[in-house]
């Protein structure tokens, strides 16, 4: 039997911080679209029996964070799975049990199931919950409530994106498929609170983290979420640091584009030719942030052209300005984007 993690006494400050979070709950407060639910696949190395998945919810605004995550008696909050959830012994419902000098003890334990915010291991872990019971939970069984949350101070360094633009929200080992509808509450400036309601996430959308830039020399064809890890020949993993002279014209001497609309207000990129698209050379497509770090790389291939001449993509961009990168054999050209969020 799974060891319960129990609060077994809310301090005061803690009453009445999540006082506040109930009465937002109840209040009118800014919805949000541009925050969705991304759950990885986990390499868990046959230590347990299934899959690991981690869920995250995806910050498209970079001024967002998340503190709490709820179900009322409007939008319940579920988590459930087609079989039971692996649960070790040693483990709890909440990444405060994820000890380091535990899981070097126990390997396994690494890939229990719990649920979290940012945290992903004991150390100064101050997360909370009210509300809520885990004893089905801890028996391998779901988590479900329509009035409870678990949930951090709006301050707590943890509620913020990592530079994925993620925070981590739990992590589920199953020989099922898990699912889950989830209530996300946050800030996006100091008391200025957003919801996302009924999110949901299916672990047969999960997607490997890794190196997607087919010109990298760690490139994994399985990744389907760049997670910033990409090496290049030279030892250089920024499209900047690799010497790249972005103002060289040698593709658009051939055949001008543009890149349409600019500024953009959605996920759609479109990439306009004069010319009909020429792919007997490779053709890639980056995005780099104006840092310098590559956000996503795109294959071209005959399936994304229309009409002969356009290329269109699908990428979330947090606001800000982006540089477009088009490599063809040698050739390379660049355009500026603007995202407007």
């Known amino acids: 039997m799974k060891k319960q993690q129990i609060q077994t006494k809310i301090p005061s400050k803690m009453k009445k911080m ?9 209040a009118l407060v800014a919805g949000a679209t541009d925050v969705q639910l991304l759950v990885q696949k986990v390499d868990n190395q046959g ?21 709490a995550i709820f179900g009322d008696s409007v939008d319940p909050m579920s988590i459930t799975s087609t079989t039971s959830f692996y649960q070790h012994q040693f483990g709890a419902y909440s990444a405060i049990a994820m000890n380091p000098v535990a899981i070097s003890v126990a390997p396994e334990l ?27 939970f ?12 678990w949930f951090l101070l709006p301050t707590d360094a943890k509620c913020e994106a990592n530079d994925l633009g993620l925070v ?8 099922g498929t898990a699912s889950g509808t989830l209530n996300i509450q946050g800030w996006d400036g100091p008391n200025n609170n957003w919801q996302a309601r009924n999110l949901t996430f299916i672990t047969t959308d999960a997607v490997w ?7 990298a020399s760690n490139y994994n064809a399985q990744a389907g979420f760049n997670d910033g890890t990409c090496q290049y020949a030279n030892g250089n993993n920024t499209f900047a640091q690799q010497g790249h002279d972005v103002s060289s014209k040698g593709i658009e001497e051939v055949s001008t584009w543009e890149v349409f609309p600019n500024p953009i207000r959605n996920h759609v990129i479109h990439l306009q ?18 840092n310098g770090r590559l956000v996503n790389g795109f294959v071209i291939n005959e399936g994304m052209v229309t009409g002969g001449n356009r290329i269109t993509l699908e990428q979330e961009l947090s606001g800000g300005s982006y540089k477009i990168v088009l490599n063809q054999g040698s050739q390379l050209d660049s355009k500026t984007i603007i995202v407007e969020k």
Request: hydrophobic content about 40%; proline content about 1%; glycine content about 8%.
């Open 18 to 26: 999540f006082s506040i979070l109930c009465a937002v709950c109840v």
């Open 47 to 67: 230590l347990v029996p299934g899959n690991t998945y981690r869920v995250y919810a995806q910050m498209l605004d970079a001024n967002k964070n998340v503190h």
């Open 110 to 136: 690494a890939y229990d199931s719990w649920i979290t915010l940012g945290y992903e291991t004991s150390e100064n872990n101050d997360l909370w919950d009210i509300g809520l019971s885990f004893a089905d």
């Open 138 to 149: 801890s028996a391998g069984n779901g988590i479900s409530t329509d009035n409870g949350a």
């Open 168 to 175: 981590l929200l739990g992590q589920f080992t199953t020989t």
């Open 209 to 215: 983290f890794g190196c997607n830039d087919a010109q």
């Open 273 to 290: 030719f004069s010319e009909n698209i020429d792919l007997s050379q490779k053709t890639l497509v980056d995005i780099f942030d104006m």
